[in-house]
């Protein structure tokens, strides 16, 4: 019965490629389609004969990431190349899923991209990834309303919710909020909560010794200052249920103050087909704790190749073409992501049309990965039930939820202690 | 040309084939892959045989407790809703009346369309900024809207109503079908003994429409046992994991963190869970309606 299946299933998919060799780019649908698909174009004129078909799947990267496991967990032969979110390489690595790059892709060349995004594409001594661009969490606000108001863009968190009480209260402006964020249950709240966290001198986890660090004091002061600071005071409920579109929809009305995003909202933010508050946004590092240092989440995409494609010396020339110099500038010109590739950085042209692009430079230096292992799935969930419950709910109990949460990383953590034995 | 029964194997064989391979198959691979430890992102562990290990953590995890009462009370609120709002549009409908076929047509809306675009739809719905939910309670007053996916205790709500809205007209559907079987002769036999309408309604439809009701409450509570793409959509389980039900906990499970073996024995929970409350509505209200039937 399978092999009758397989037979009619290659029967299908040979009869549709006559004549043509196909490559499956597995991907999720950009804010600006233009420059994909030229640059698919412009791969398919130098490869006669080859047809990119792009399968777009969903925007969310948790929700991407089933998309993609499940396409590898059943071995799926048709896809060649996807994208890889940075927390996924170790994941699909240990697993078996992505194709070790080490043969295309030497350290030689890795040195040309951002160390943070190379790191997280490594696991054990090899690379299962290729940096397309690197995002990093940064602090966007209202230059107008600050200038209204003689205000500085604010250093520290304490500041930052200092002024925008003061703006709220003065700009009696019922739709307004103070700061506009991810606090959904999802991926976006570990990045948001990591933040918060980092820059009051926390971790999240000890990678030496596998484990969690949730329950430190400096953790759960930086949680409670959510809860209490944040949330009940200059945020609205609504950002408990906000991803990315939309809190950065109610920055682009011009009804936030402050807002958490990651660099490809300056784009938006300044088009003036999509934003209102175009030339009053202004950019800076996330604010930290007294004291201590600003941390951003790092972020980005990667192209990976999935061990199961037939045709992998195509796949990795369509991942050098949509990864090199050319390719990541023009994707950086038209969508303001930033490119991991250094050079980038010190090009006239990108910088002359993005000059943000410099300050930007030091932040994605400086920012910090999420926990780099198999099991970062596992952690992630553990922490996005421990982070939603600790701030949705006003009087919840940050000491027993941090030591549960705490005890279960350190029960999936011990999964990877157990599997070094033999 | 009959010979034996031969020809009668033929004709079911492809049916027989098909319930095997896409329903018996996965559900005792779900039995086999929960008495295992097998996770995906960790191969070099293994496929090992660890018995009943899978359902002594699942009996002890808060969230896999937690996720348990959330689904129940799920069921427990959304199922009597729907059968008791599908028996009231079902009786609407069985009347004759100008517009009745467009109203039938207009009824089954909601469930013709995907749940995946009707969750979208309520979560815009419930969107605590451009929301219709706010402005059809508040009008302009924005400074009152509620953010019904973000608070903990009504992000469930929100849901039990997406789904009530979606799911009433199958309830009613079935339940219609239920009351054209029930012979005229019976309501006007009742007229001319002078029963009131409450009467009829009382003792004939209500025991006639039995059977239908019964495969309505059946179908309705294995579905919503199983519910996952409203939760899916509208918040991925969150606030708080107010809304983090079973089946949505056992995806999370396998899907996204690999742990086929775990994730397993949640889907063997939802199964039999599933099984056990059919086999209690069918004994408890066929057993009635059987009864019922002997003693006429």
């Given amino acids: 019965m399978k092999a009758l299946l397989t037979a009619f299933f290659v029967c299908l998919i040979a009869s549709s490629a006559a004549g043509q060799t196909q490559l499956r780019f597995v991907t999720w649908k950009p804010e600006t389609t233009a420059v994909w698909e030229q640059l698919i174009a412009d791969f398919e004129r130098r490869h006669p004969g080859v047809k990119v078909i792009r399968e777009v799947g969903p925007n969310s990267s948790t929700e991407f990431h089933d998309l993609v496991t499940q396409k590898l967990r059943n071995q799926d032969a048709e896809m060649d190349v996807f994208f890889m979110d940075v927390i996924w390489p170790s994941e699909f690595a240990a697993a078996g899923w992505a194709l070790p790059l080490d043969r295309f892709f030497p350290v030689a060349q890795q040195k040309e991209f951002f160390a943070a995004p190379i790191a997280a594409n490594r696991y054990r001594g090899h690379i299962y990834g290729v940096p397309l661009f690197v995002d990093a969490g940064v602090l966007y606000f209202r230059k107008d309303l600050l200038a209204k108001y003689r205000l500085a863009p604010p250093r520290t968190w304490p500041e930052l919710v200092e002024q925008a009480r003061l703006i709220l209260a003065r700009e009696r402006d019922p739709y307004l909020t103070g700061y506009s964020a991810q606090f959904k249950q999802y991926e976006g709240l570990v990045c948001n909560m990591m933040e918060f966290i980092m820059s009051n001198g926390a971790t999240l986890w000890d990678e030496e010794n596998l484990k969690s660090t949730l329950d430190s004091a400096g953790a759960k002061q930086a949680v409670r200052f959510v809860r209490d600071q944040i949330i009940r005071t200059i945020s609205h409920r609504g950002v408990l249920a906000y991803q990315e579109p939309e809190s950065l929809a109610l920055f682009t009305q011009g009804k936030a103050i402050f807002h958490r995003n990651w660099p490809y909202a300056w784009e938006v933010a300044n088009d003036p087909k999509r934003s209102k508050i175009t030339g009053q946004v202004g950019m800076e590092p996330l604010p930290a704790f007294p004291g201590q240092k600003s941390v951003a989440a790092l972020g980005g995409w990667q192209l990976g190749i999935s061990r199961f494609s037939r045709k992998a010396q195509l796949a990795w020339e369509f991942v050098e073409h949509m990864t090199g110099r050319e390719a990541q500038k023009r994707i950086a010109l038209a969508t303001g992501r930033g490119p991991a590739r250094l050079a980038l950085y010190h090009d006239g042209e990108l910088l002359a049309k993005e000059p943000h692009f410099r300050e930007l430079y030091e932040t994605f230096t400086l920012a910090a990965p999420r926990p780099i292992t198999p099991v970062y799935l596992p952690l992630s969930n553990i922490m996005q039930r421990y982070f939603s419950s600790a701030v949705a709910i006003a009087d919840s109990d940050i000491d027993q939820l941090a030591h549960l949460a705490a005890r279960d990383m350190d029960r999936v953590l011990s999964l990877l202690q157990g599997g070094r034995l033999p | ?296």
């Fill in chain 2, 1 to 296: 040309m009959r010979n034996g029964r031969d020809p009668i194997w033929r004709f079911l064989l492809p049916s027989c084939v098909f319930v095997l391979l896409f329903s018996l198959y996965p559900i005792v691979e779900s039995f086999r892959l929960s008495f295992y430890r097998l996770i995906l992102t960790l191969p070099w562990l293994g496929q090992r045989f660890v018995g009943w290990e899978n359902y002594r953590d699942l009996a002890t995890d808060p969230v896999a407790l937690n996720s348990f009462v959330t689904s129940l009370v799920f069921v427990a609120v959304t199922t009597p809703a729907e059968v008791l709002l599908g028996l009231g549009m079902a009786l609407v409908l069985n009347e004759s009346f100008r517009g009745r076929g467009w109203l039938r047509a207009a009824v089954l809306v909601p469930w013709a369309i995907p749940t995946v675009v009707a969750s979208q739809m309520w979560r815009f719905i419930f969107n605590d900024r451009y929301g219709l939910f706010n402005f059809v309670l508040f009008g302009d007053a924005t400074e009152r809207y509620w953010a019904p996916l973000a608070e903990p205790g009504l992000a469930l709500v929100a849901i039990m109503i997406a789904d009530i809205w979606k799911t009433t007209s199958f309830a009613a559907l079935i339940i219609l079908a239920g009351l054209q079987g029930i012979p005229a002769q019976l309501y006007e036999a009742a007229s001319i003994d002078g029963a009131t309408a409450w009467q009829k309604f009382r003792h004939i439809t209500l025991p006639l429409v039995k059977p239908a009701l019964l495969l309505a409450l059946l179908f309705r509570t294995i579905d919503a046992l199983k519910v996952f793409d409203l939760v899916f959509v509208m918040t991925q389980g969150g606030p708080a994991d107010t809304t983090n039900v079973l089946q949505f906990y056992g995806y999370k499970k396998i899907f996204a963190e690999g742990m086929v073996g775990y994730g397993s024995a949640i889907a063997v929970v939802v199964f039999l869970l599933s099984l056990i409350l059919s086999l209690i509505y069918i004994r408890l209200l066929g057993a009635r309606l059987l009864a019922k039937e002997r003693s006429l």
